[in-house]
């Protein structure tokens, strides 16, 4: 999910090496031996127990996940009849977990294996922007990382946002330091990825997010690049018109879906149009308001659905990680249940899965905490002292 990587610990063994022991062979080199040493038959036999234990597990899972949805959707008709849920609205086990054999190597190489699904294509930023240009004319705007973050400074202090709130989001979802075109999988050591999620910027923000809130909020945004044109002469409002344009033709596209999440999902994630789309997250101008909008709409969605609180930062992550109706219902929720409901609550089984934080956390207290936490220890990072300072 949106912005969360763990870094490799590598073993020094220079001390054994130095005193003559031999090193232990690296993981690639063990399974390559593995690999190596089992025969046609032994390997079709080996991964016919793996994908029998896998589809058993897969059943199970299915279940579960099935069970956990069909209990989301009786909370949100609750929620919309002003109801609050009771403990039996939530699954109250854990997820089911793998514990089968592992994969076979193959010793014919690497390789498709028949019987298991294979994971969709997921676009990177090469691809976000070659489909803006191709599909829609559109070329982002793209400054430095303190201009960027000056300006998402700027947008989130018009829009009500507080320093606090900018701060620990961009904090937990990019390790502190992570920049305004930065994708989960893909960092700096890393730049050849792969991507685990399309999610773009300070607040990781999801394709699926940038067509709908064009297309809910596209109006406002076009009025607010027509009057900064209005403040450009030469080159930089030739430039300025030829965005609006091509913004005008993405917004209405974006209009031209049929407005539901599931709709604006599967186009924000395999069509090249969707993927174009995506692309004003980097822009100077747009990419500030689509990430501010989206943080402003989970506000205006807490209010409207009878929270007077002020959200805190790990508060308003728990809306941005989890979506709005999730993160509100564990906002929401009875301190005591806290500690029995298990995060698998708030999430799709995939976003789950790819979201250490959620599995680690197991419950609701524990996410909470380990937001708060990681908000406290990455605040404290260059890249999140630089946004404090954009304010």
Not at 231 to 238: D, I, M, Y
Request: aromatic share 8%.
């Amino acid at each position: 999910m949106r912005g969360m990587r763990r870094r490799l610990l590598g073993l020094c063994l220079t001390g054994l090496i130095a005193a003559g022991t031999p090193a232990a062979p690296s993981p690639a080199q063990s399974s390559f031996k593995l690999a190596a040493a089992l025969t046609p038959a032994e390997y079709r036999e080996k991964l016919a127990q793996y994908l029998h234990a896998r589809r058993a597990y897969e059943q199970e899972a299915e279940r579960y996940w099935n069970t956990v949805t069909k209990k989301r959707i009786a909370r949100r008709v609750k929620h919309r009849k002003h109801e609050r849920p009771a403990l039996t609205d939530y699954v109250l086990s854990q997820p089911p977990v793998y514990r089968g054999p592992r994969r076979p190597i193959n010793p014919a190489g690497p390789g498709p294996v028949p019987g298991e699904k294979r994971r969709p294509y997921i676009p990177v930023v090469a691809d976000f922007l070659k489909s803006a240009a191709k599909e829609f004319g559109f070329v982002p705007q793209q400054v430095s990382e303190i201009a960027f973050k000056r300006a998402y400074a700027k947008a989130a202090r018009e829009a009500g946002l507080t320093r606090d709130q900018i701060v620990g989001i961009y904090a937990f979802e990019t390790d502190g330091h992570g920049t305004y075109d930065e994708q989960p999988g893909i960092t700096r050591r890393r730049p050849h990825g792969p991507a685990i999620s399309p999610a773009l910027g300070y607040n990781q923000l999801l394709s699926t997010n940038t067509l709908s809130l064009i297309a809910d909020h596209g109006n406002h945004m076009l009025a607010a690049l027509r009057q900064k044109a209005k403040t450009l002469s030469g080159a930089l409002r030739s430039t300025m018109e030829r965005k609006i344009e091509a913004f005008k033709r993405m917004l209405a596209f974006s209009r031209s879906i049929r407005p539901r999440w599931s709709e604006y999902d599967v186009v924000a994630k395999t069509t090249p149009r969707g993927w174009g789309v995506h692309a004003a997250v980097l822009d100077r101008d747009l990419g500030p308001m689509l990430q501010v909008q989206n943080l402003v709409d989970s506000l205006r969605f807490a209010r409207a659905n009878g929270y007077t609180g002020s959200l805190s930062a790990a508060e308003l992550e728990l809306m941005n990680l989890t979506g709005d109706g999730n993160g509100l219902d564990m906002v929401m929720m009875p301190q005591a249940w806290r500690a029995r409901v298990p995060t698998a609550n708030f999430f799709q089984q995939r976003g789950y899965e790819r979201n250490p934080v959620a599995r680690r956390a197991g419950v609701v207290t524990g996410l909470l905490k380990e937001i708060n936490d990681t908000i406290d220890h990455r605040s404290r990072a260059s890249g999140a002292k630089d946004m404090a300072a954009a304010f």
